[in-house]
Nanobody, 124 residues
Framework: QVQLVESGGGLVQAGGSLRLSCAAS????????MGWFRQAPGKEREVVAA????????YYADSVKGRFTISRDNAKNTLYLQMNSLKPEDTAVYSC?????????????????WGQGTQVTVSS
């Protein structure tokens, strides 16, 4: 098992930046493909970005491509999401998740472990 705790959310003006972190417990973080998801009020949860176990393969939703960067530090058991050029439509609760597998995954159903989420609010 792995426990995940997000941090770094907050209120930022449009055009600003935030960096989310996801700290994982245990010594097996490097064996989990990871992902960031978000859910805005009244909307379904959507994948934002995903990353393979080594960090060598990444995926981004079209809506964040070129603005967000997912990365991981397996030595520190931490996943990151650097968010630049934030827009009001990026406002949501952001959650990190860990999957059991060998690739990277875009479907939330593939993820077994979830953090509690952190609120990101972008004002116009």
């Amino acid at each position: 098992q792995v426990q995940l705790v997000e941090s770094g959310g907050g209120l930022v003006q449009a055009g600003g930046s935030l960096r989310l972190s996801c700290a994982a417990s245990g010594r097996t973080f490097s064996t989990y493909p990871m992902g960031w998801f978000r859910q805005a009020p009244g909307k379904e949860r959507e994948v934002v970005a995903a990353i393979s176990r080594s960090g060598g393969i990444t995926y981004y939703a079209d809506s964040v491509k070129g603005r967000f960067t997912i990365s991981r530090d397996n030595a520190k058991n931490t996943l990151y999401l650097q968010m630049n050029s934030l827009k009001p439509e990026d406002t949501a609760v952001y959650s990190c998740a860990a999957a059991v597998g060998t690739s990277y995954y875009l479907n939330a159903n593939a993820y077994s472990y979830w953090g509690q989420g952190t609120q990101v609010t972008v004002s116009s």
